[in-house]
């Protein structure tokens, strides 16, 4: 990796097309079942993919996705693969199939744990949303399995105009049922999503702003919003004082696809996320750490020229809009985002908070310890939110007790307390997921 190639935080790898389920949100329109595709990569070709990861970065976070990556028998194979060169490894899942038997092996293998997507808490309405009925019992069933036997979890909530008001309700039931967080996906139209009905510009803000409160009212719990960068200025809007909100979101609850996140589909290409189609190479032809490194669209998101009134927005470094739905719309990878329904105000650009004089801050010796026991995929945007925080004190030195008091506050470097046992095999907390 060259000096200016970012690290590789987060691949997502589709493992298949084929599911259990017809999501009508779908971006791969997965439902191929028995068989499978015939184009589907290896089991050898899926550890080639991870060998070649381990080499880039043994800190990135690997994330077996679908269609429904239980229907692969050699899930486990693959999970311990990935486990033994030293990657953390988590599922997204419907969790259906997840069986006693099934989570068993699968926390033998090393899985860190699951994202289980749960898209209502009206039974009815989840089953007509993924394609099924009795889909919702069976998803609950298998969330009731995690929790018991201790396997870190966390629930994926897509967003539509129908479901849109339960997302108070959503993070209850998370906080009651012992999830380590709600991701809450906004919706690229893709795949099967271009026939459902998105939430409008109006809908979304007023969903970013309840997302910000919500996260102050349950705060054992990370509320995270998932393409859906902008929540970042709306985060500044409430308190612009705070150093926090200033950070960029391409270093976290932001768009981070093509500067610390790719997409390998089931097929081998290498796209820059899950809802931008366009691929950038083939990981049977060239190594994803050479695309990782070299390609066009890559470099394009890591220096990007906005066009529109997202590049004219003063809120441009610290949100950038989503790029994929751009592309979604037929336009280009850096018009803009038109689900924001922010217009630009002719004022100067908010400058992110990378490392000013003001954060120039120590380290005690205890607190740099603890820093270097998280997974390299987190350490830097651990160590920038809490200088971050320490700043905002007026202190000069970052302690342990500024980590502890991050974590309790449940800000996203919560997770850092949670990683420092991940490899250790009394306990495997869950991360993140796409």
């Not at 018009?335 to 650009?349: E, H, N, S, T, W």
Request: net charge neutral.
């Amino acid at each position: 990796m060259t000096a200016a190639t970012p690290d590789l935080s987060l691949l997502a790898i589709n493992l298949t097309r084929r599911c259990n389920l017809e999501c009508a949100h779908c971006y791969l329109d997965a439902s191929i079942l028995g068989g499978g595709d015939s184009d589907e990569l290896s089991t050898a070709e899926v550890e080639s993919l991870l060998d070649d990861v381990a080499a880039l970065d043994d800190g990135t976070l690997i994330v077996l996705t679908g269609g429904e990556p239980l229907l692969r028998r050699d899930l486990e194979t693959i999970v311990r693969h990935g486990v033994d060169r030293g990657l953390p490894v988590v599922i997204g899942t419907n969790a259906m199939m997840l069986s006693e038997r099934r989570l068993r092996s699968l926390k033998d293998a090393g899985v860190l744990g699951f994202g289980i997507s749960l898209d209502s808490l009206d039974p009815a309405r989840h089953d007509r949303f993924r394609g099924r009925p009795g889909a919702w019992a069976r998803t609950m069933a298998g969330i009731d399995r995690c929790r018991r036997q201790g396997v870190d979890f966390q629930l994926h909530f897509s967003v539509t105009a129908d479901n849109a008001h339960e997302l108070s309700s959503m993070a209850e039931f998370a906080r009651g049922c012992g999830a380590r967080a709600v991701n809450v996906f906004f919706l690229v139209c893709v795949g099967r999503a271009n026939s459902l009905a998105a939430v409008d510009s109006e809908q979304y803000e007023r969903i970013l702003a309840e997302l910000v409160q919500a996260q102050a009212d349950y705060p054992d719990l990370i509320l995270r919003p998932r393409c859906a960068p902008h929540y970042k200025r709306i985060a500044h809007q409430l308190r612009p004082q705070s150093l926090l909100n200033r950070i960029s979101g391409r270093e976290s609850d932001g768009c981070i696809a093509g500067v610390h996140y790719a997409r390998v589909n089931y097929r081998g290409g290498v796209t820059a996320c899950p809802y931008i189609e366009r691929e950038v190479g083939n990981v049977r032809e060239v190594a994803l750490s050479d695309l990782w490194a070299q390609a066009e669209d890559f470099s394009r998101l890591r220096n990007p020229q906005l066009n529109g009134k997202c590049g004219a927005c003063e809120y441009r470094l610290i949100c950038g809009g989503c790029r994929a739905r751009p592309l979604a719309a037929g336009d280009g990878l850096m018009d803009a985002d038109d689900l924001c329904g922010y217009r630009p105000r002719g004022q100067a650009v908010i400058e992110p908070v990378e490392k000013p004089a003001a954060m120039a801050l120590a380290w005690s010796e205890d607190a740099r310890l603890r820093l270097s026991r998280v997974p390299e995929f987190l350490r830097q945007m651990v160590k920038k939110r809490a200088e971050a925080y320490v700043a905002e004190l007026g202190e000069d030195e970052v302690t342990c007790q500024h980590l502890s008091e991050l974590t309790a506050a449940r800000f996203s470097s919560a997770r850092m307390i949670r990683f420092e046992s991940a490899r250790m095999p009394a306990s495997r907390p869950m991360t993140e997921k796409a």
